[in-house]
């Protein structure tokens, strides 16, 4: 067997290079790839909780629910009774855990009068993971005007949503005063 001297391999300093070149590259490349991935997240978490909200919006079209009548005046639906009645969406998060059917709502407030009525829709969503719909470090109910991928946080997910046993919320949107939950939708 002949041994053909010129033949060239890369020398060690060679695949040094190369290795240090891309490292870096993944250096740059990880960070993006990762803000990209849980940008995506938020946007579908978002995008999750508002076929919630259209389907609570749909039914109290339909007269499933009770429309709140007095200046606000409001309706609370549970994920749990809306989550049969989705026709896109399911009882999982894009964070892989489950919605918390249970403490987790749709808020339809009557922010007109009783002669003309004009409702409002408000979320507050929360699932297994401690993701949830809120505002600094607090799970709270947000306007489906107001909603966008950097009001969804991370909680402790045993903090959850909190009704107040008064049926009064106070909402930061609400432009004047706090919602009274005059019917609450059991299952």
């Known amino acids: 067997m002949k041994f053909n001297k010129n033949k060239r391999g890369f020398t060690l300093i060679e695949l040094l ?26 946007s579908t978490f978002i995008a999750n909780v508002r076929e919630y909200m259209n389907s609570a919006s749909a039914g109290a079209l339909a007269n ?64 297994s993971k401690g993701y949830a719909i809120g505002e600094g470090s607090t799970a709270t109910f947000i306007e489906y005007a107001l909603l966008k991928p950097n009001n969804v946080i991370q909680i402790p997910a045993k903090t959850g949503v909190t009704i107040p046993s008064n049926k009064q919320l106070t909402i930061a949107s609400v432009k004047d005063g706090s919602i009274t939950i005059t019917n609450e939708v059991k299952e």
């Open 17 to 42: 290079a190369v290795i240090v070149i891309l490292g870096i590259l993944l250096a740059i490349a990880i960070p993006a790839v990762t803000k990209y991935i849980n940008s995506s997240k938020k």
């Open 64 to 127: 499933e629910y009770p429309n709140p009548v007095a200046h606000n005046d409001a309706t609370l639906i549970k994920f749990k009774v809306i989550y049969p009645k989705l026709e896109r969406g399911g009882a999982t998060s894009p964070y892989d855990g489950d919605w918390d059917l249970e403490n987790s709502y749709v808020l339809i407030v009557n922010a007109g009068t009783p002669e003309d009525p004009n409702y409002d829709l408000y979320v507050a969503a929360i699932d």
